[in-house]
């Protein structure tokens, strides 16, 4: 008897070792589990997007739940970005209805009737943020349940437990023993496959638990010995257990730290957790070999996550460079719609570099940078827009005025007075005309034709009903000739030919006023043709001075009232496809030079090609100047 009580305090002592080590293993986990951090993703600015890019994030975050399965990380990550776009979507929604009240009320007056209901993009964002939330709630829900559960049957476990012990008092024979054992085997195993339960009931149901099987164990001295056969069957679960986490542990030499390893590791721990008590001379042992395992992967998380933090920062300084980069963008301004276009493209490429970097950075340090770099973005692009909408009004300024010059034009032709003064309001608005801006471009031809065809019928009614002006006119016809033959005679001295006399004749020409109009053209065309013989005849001019010279001869004929804006859209056109044409050359020369070889033969060929391509450069450049005199002009 004296020898069961003996053994009995020994099974005691080795309970109370096996609880202690069990107590300290949860703890030692909780605070390695405490230094998990959540995978970051890129801060998206979301009122950029389109609502079809928001329709797209959502269901890719929906379909990534619905093919992995419904795990928290990725429930919260959905329901995160469903959170952050529901801000937007309602100033979307605000946007809309506003508008549509708007309208509405211009058509009937006031508000009284107005409805309004949301497009299918809108309402297909609000379905999939809801059936996000629902998904959240829904899973959340069920592991609130199954914790209740669990513990519904943790604690049934226990009554069983206390009544057991209760009843063991009572047994008298080995058959009730036996049969008493087979019942508290059956508890713990089913008190193993329970699962977990809410965290502030659940160190009290092990402790009471481990009590009620301390006293089990106590009351059984009688089977201390089956006992000690099963600590020493413990003892052998525990170290193969050690071997499974060991074996995690070196095949980290031929793959990196995951989540799943990490995973199966705390899995092999509670199977380790759930086991019974080793022998006393084992128990510290085999807990000590199994802690040392967990602390190889442990530590090789903490590394991975300090290569992680430094290549988040690496990320974090690559943006922050990007980021300062683009801040004089937001104070970019100019008056040319070719340089916002230019800086447009300069800021767009940083933008890509910026969404090719696609690391994460530390989370608050990178949230806010993120913040900065789309706002930078968004103060360019209003800049740009005002530019443009400043550019638009000014237009459309400008077609009011040349819609104001028609209708006076066309009320001066409407009283049919063609007097000097009459005439003088005509020409006057003529040069006002001229003065003025561009128009929009879908204006640009009709408000032309329009002012043109009304001047033209006033000069021709003029024509119509003047004898004298004929007169005048054929006059004018003959002096033109006789300039025109002296002009050409003058082009044949070729010694004598100079700018400052063909700036003279210039001046003649535009001296003399009008000719018949049916003469118009003809005798234009014979000006135009001298002047270009005598430009030829200069010696001291250069063949690209003497083209600039006749090309501003032409412009001048048109500004003086001449009718050869055929002539010079024609001239427009051809300009344009001779750019065209030197631009795909140029490309396609620069690309045959990236395919020569490194050889004497190629040395050669690639320095033809890049003396093509100057020459071609050249030739460009005094094109693009030609258009610009022309368009000036027209």
Not at 3 to 19: A, H, I, R, Y
Not at 74 to 97: F, G, N, T, W, Y
Not at 184 to 196: R, S, T, Y
Not at 235 to 258: F, H, I, N, Q, Y
Request: hydrophobic letters at 35%; aromatic letters at 8%; charged letters at 35%.
């Amino acid at each position: 008897m004296a020898q069961e009580q003996q053994e009995g305090v020994k099974g005691e002592e080795q309970d109370d070792l096996e609880q202690k080590t069990v107590d300290t293993l949860e703890i030692d986990l909780n605070s390695e589990l405490t230094e998990e951090h959540e995978e970051e993703t890129p801060d998206v600015d979301y009122s950029q997007l389109s609502k079809e890019q928001l329709i797209n994030l959502l269901e890719n975050e929906l379909a990534s739940i619905q093919t992995e399965g419904q795990k928290p990380a990725l429930l919260k990550k959905a329901e995160a970005v469903s959170r952050e776009i529901r801000p937007v979507l309602d100033q979307i929604k605000l946007k809309e209805r506003e508008a549509a009240l708007k309208a509405f009320v211009a058509d009937n007056g006031d508000e009284e009737g107005f409805e309004f209901k949301y497009d299918a993009e809108t309402q297909k964002i609000d379905s999939l943020s809801r059936e996000i939330r629902g998904l959240k709630n829904s899973f959340y829900q069920s592991q609130e349940k199954e914790k209740e559960k669990n513990f519904n049957v943790k604690t049934a476990l226990l009554q069983r437990l206390r009544a057991l012990l209760d009843d063991e008092g009572k047994e008298t024979d080995a058959s009730n023993l036996k049969s008493s054992w087979e019942e508290f085997k059956k508890i713990q195993d089913e008190w193993k496959l329970a699962g977990n339960i809410a965290s502030p009931h659940n160190g009290t149901l092990w402790a009471t638990y481990n009590a009620l099987i301390d006293r089990y164990f106590s009351n059984r001295n009688i089977y201390f010995e089956l006992k000690e056969l099963d600590r020493r069957r413990n003892a052998e679960l525990k170290a193969e257990l050690c071997e499974k986490v060991e074996e995690l542990g070196k095949s980290l030499a031929d793959r990196p730290m995951t989540k799943e390893i990490l995973n199966e590791a705390n899995h092999i721990f509670e199977d380790y957790k759930h086991l019974g008590p080793a022998p006393k001379e084992d128990q510290e042992k085999l807990w000590q070999r199994f802690k040392e395992a967990l602390d190889v992967l442990y530590d090789a998380q903490r590394g991975q996550f300090a290569e992680q933090k430094k290549s988040m920062q690496e990320n974090y300084d690559q943006k922050l460079k990007i980021y300062e980069a683009i801040v004089p963008f937001t104070t970019y301004n100019s008056g040319s719609i070719k340089e916002w276009n230019g800086k447009t493209k300069e800021i767009m490429a940083f933008q890509d570099q910026w969404v090719a970097l696609k690391g994460i950075m530390p989370r608050e340090e990178g949230k806010e940078l993120s913040k900065k770099f789309w706002a930078a973005l968004k103060t360019f692009f209003n800049n740009k827009g005002e530019f443009f909408r400043q550019l638009e009004s000014k237009r459309e300024q400008n077609l009011t005025l040349k819609n104001e010059l028609c209708a006076e034009a066309e009320a001066i032709l409407t009283t049919g007075e063609d007097n000097p003064a009459t005439t003088q309001k005509v020409i006057e608005l003529q040069k006002r005309w001229k003065g003025i801006g561009q128009v929009p471009e879908k204006y640009k031809d009709t408000i032309y034709d329009r002012f043109k065809k009304a001047c033209d019928a006033y000069f021709d009614q003029k024509r119509s009903k003047n004898k004298e002006v004929e007169e005048e006119f054929e006059n004018n016809l003959k002096r033109k000739i006789d300039l025109i033959e002296r002009i050409e005679a003058a082009a044949k001295s070729k010694d004598e030919s100079s700018l400052n006399l063909l700036n003279a004749f210039k001046s003649e020409w535009s001296s003399i006023g009008f000719v018949p109009k049916k003469d118009m053209q003809t005798v234009q065309k014979r000006y135009i043709g001298a002047i270009n013989t005598y430009v030829s005849a200069i010696g001291q001019l250069s063949s690209k001075e003497k083209e600039q010279a006749v090309l501003a001869s032409e412009v001048e004929l048109v500004r003086d009232g001449g009718d050869n804006n055929r002539n010079l859209y024609r001239k427009e056109s051809d300009i344009r496809r001779k750019i065209t044409q030197l631009e795909n050359d140029i490309a396609l020369w620069q690309n045959n030079i990236e395919f020569f070889a490194k050889s004497k033969t190629s040395d050669k060929l690639k320095a033809d090609f890049e003396r093509k391509i100057n020459a071609a450069l050249a030739q460009l450049d005094e094109l693009k100047h030609q258009l610009t005199i022309i368009q000036e002009a027209i």
